[in-house]
């Protein structure tokens, strides 16, 4: 029976390399995830947004030792608000399969659909929980799994706390001023092969955000409800244009309050420490099991005694504690959740 598979990549610079291999990467997948030989395949087409002008992404398929099989590029008009650097994907293939059967691939972000294409209702999975109980590595493995697309909302607020860093401004104690230029600060969101990537004013700041002095901030950052109210706003919106795991403290109870999966990812003081200890010691930073410990209860005071939002397990969030569970186990416990409403 003929069966089409339908799929998306982001590509992360027009350059010609980089889009022959963004196009193999997602046929190949495409092929993987569907069992399938080559041979199965009927037709490809492609589409592709008009920022990648430096190949055809039909070429890469040509590379992949796929010859014989009739190939198609498109391009996609200019539609405002839609994923930057696209390829998206048609392939018709010989398949026993129910279309339920199918498996549709999309990569590096690509889930978030072009705005005039939407769909009424998308999946979000809202996951709160303290720091260190492993939300963003469970979030990640999940999201890759199911296509969807991960958020993770912590990284705009570290975001927020580098803006107020690099102006020199406290913000514990320099928050009207911090206020007061809140209109010069824009965080941006993108996706390309490492994951989510984020900008402040233009810059990608992903991996500056991931220090102690950021970190730090980011917790005093939170407490203002000037930052917060922008925040949720950007993260509204992307929760509006696919299906969504978004993680962070506030997100069951007021950022996306009618989530369809609400989960409290927690762990013992104890084990979490533990595990971020373990993360750092393989980063090469240099720091005391005890020190991990201080900082860890340190946060979550300054997390759940906040006025606004405050950490606090929504009362509609399933509980989920993982001090005596595996990374596998709980990756597992959180797609069986949302496999039960897709
Ligand atoms: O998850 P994280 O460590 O990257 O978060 C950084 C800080 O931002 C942390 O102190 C809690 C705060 N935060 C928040 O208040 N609300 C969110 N939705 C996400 C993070």
Do not use: W
Request: glycine content about 6%; hydrophobic content about 40%; aromatic content about 4%.
């Amino acid at each position: 029976m003929v069966r089409a598979v339908r799929g998306a990549i982001t590509v992360d610079r027009n350059e010609k390399e980089d889009i022959l291999d963004a196009a193999k990467e997602l046929v190949q997948e495409a092929i993987n995830k569907n069992d399938i030989t080559p041979d199965d395949i009927i037709s490809i087409i492609f589409t592709i947004t008009p920022d990648l002008t430096k190949a055809f992404p039909a070429a890469g398929v040509r590379q992949l030792g796929i010859t014989s099989v009739p190939l198609l590029d498109l391009a996609q008009p200019n539609v405002e608000g839609a994923l930057e650097k696209c390829i998206r994907l048609i392939m018709h293939i010989n398949s026993d399969k129910q279309n339920s059967g199918l498996h549709h691939v999309y990569l590096r972000g690509a889930r978030v659909l072009r705005p005039d294409l939407l769909e009424d209702t998308y999946i979000a999975v809202a996951i709160d929980g303290p720091a260190g109980a492993g939300k963003s590595t469970v979030s990640k493995a999940a999201a890759k799994d199911l296509g969807f697309v991960y958020i993770d909302t912590g990284a705009m607020y570290r975001a927020a706390a580098l803006f107020a860093l690099e102006h020199d401004m406290d913000p514990v104690y320099d928050i009207d001023g911090l206020v007061s230029i809140l209109d010069e600060m824009s965080i941006k969101i993108s996706y390309d092969r490492r994951g989510q990537r984020v900008f402040l004013n233009g810059e990608d700041v992903s991996d500056q955000i991931r220090t102690n002095d950021v970190t730090k901030a980011a917790s005093a950052v939170a407490k203002i409800p000037e930052v917060r109210a922008r925040l949720v706003k950007l993260q509204r919106d992307m929760a509006e244009r696919g299906n969504v795991i978004m993680d962070g403290r506030d997100i069951c109870s007021t950022v996306l309050p009618n989530a369809q999966v609400k989960i409290f990812l927690t762990a013992s003081v104890a084990s979490r420490a533990k595990r971020r200890y373990k993360e750092l010691m393989e980063k090469g930073m240099d720091t005391t099991l005890e020190t991990v410990k201080l900082d860890i209860m340190a946060r979550d005071k300054n997390d759940s005694e906040r006025e606004v939002s405050p950490l606090k397990k929504a009362d509609d969030a399933i509980l989920l504690d993982t001090s005596d569970m595996t990374f596998d186990e709980v990756v597992e416990c959180v797609k069986g959740m949302i496999k039960k409403v897709i």
